[in-house]
């Protein structure tokens, strides 16, 4: 059985090194708290403006000011700053934090979109940050799909409260 | 409802101030990457051999030289030194990666009772350092007990395969 880092290599065709390669700067240190901010409100005005009302809907539940925060949050204390997330919030679990939403190939794509567009739009981030954060951002992106999977007992971990149930949902 | 980092203070009696205590020193570069595989060995060899055999069967399936590979790169990153676990298997996922064990209260209390006989006897680790990691693993083990119960439909998101199912396993 392929592992969650194999289907998020194979998914998203960026390889492990390329993804973790966000590991050789310090990319918090060169572009500052700031930059991290602007691109998180960037990000989620387009996803929050949506045109796609499937996409817009997953983040209904959600208040936009939460959403952006825990963002640039979390993208502080990946990419070298303090571990404001943690602090805040405890550990990532990115996968269990997505649990309650639909983390499909096709939301991966429409959030790498808003994403690409809201790097190219923010100022103070140069070429090579760029290309190492979306590297970063896509493989992240299907490894939450692959962890997804793990809600399906068809593919994945059995939901043990789904036991005796043959038809998936 | 309680958050997951919440219930994680309140069970585990860490404060999240404590727990991440362990940000404020850089452990890996104080202590060294062959202290950290000689406390993941012991801790192992501590877990395969437990008198109490409900603790040792979850381990089972695992390889104990995997455990304690996966375990040492994990603390290696998460306590300031290369991101060992990310490079070879992706993000740490901890809840989802834990999903398939019953990490139940009493097993949290288990692996934390050899963690700290492990701590106890493996040279070089200073008291300050032992104190910091074991409020962080506290702290972490309830977390995951908390993360353990949204598999609970009754108490955490709901299984979306169980659906029109009322009876908890």
Redesign the interface.
């Known amino acids: 059985m392929q592992?969650?880092?194999e289907k998020?290599s194979e998914w998203s065709g960026v390889s492990?090194?390329d993804a973790?390669a966000i590991?050789e700067t310090n990319l918090y240190e060169k572009l500052g708290l700031q930059t991290f901010i602007n691109l998180s409100t960037n990000f989620y005005n387009r996803v929050y403006d949506d045109e796609e009302e499937w996409f817009r809907s997953i983040f209904a539940n959600s208040k936009k000011e939460d959403a952006i925060q825990n963002q640039y949050e979390f993208f502080t204390q990946r990419m070298g700053g303090?571990?404001l997330f943690?602090?805040?919030?405890?550990?990532?679990?990115?996968?269990?934090r997505h649990?309650?939403f639909p983390v499909t190939h096709q939301a991966a794509e429409r959030w790498l979109h808003h994403m690409q567009q809201a790097l190219d739009t923010t100022k103070d981030i140069d070429s090579d940050s760029k290309t190492k954060m979306m590297n970063f951002f896509r493989h992240?992106a299907f490894?939450l799909v692959a962890?997804d999977e793990?809600?399906?007992?068809k593919q994945g971990?059995p939901?043990?409260?789904?036991?005796g149930?043959s038809a998936?949902?």
């Open positions: 592992t969650l880092q998020a492990t090194n973790f590991d303090p571990p943690s602090q805040r919030r405890g550990h990532p679990a990115l996968i269990a649990r309650p992240t490894f962890g793990l809600k399906n007992p971990i939901c043990k409260h789904a036991a149930k998936a949902a």
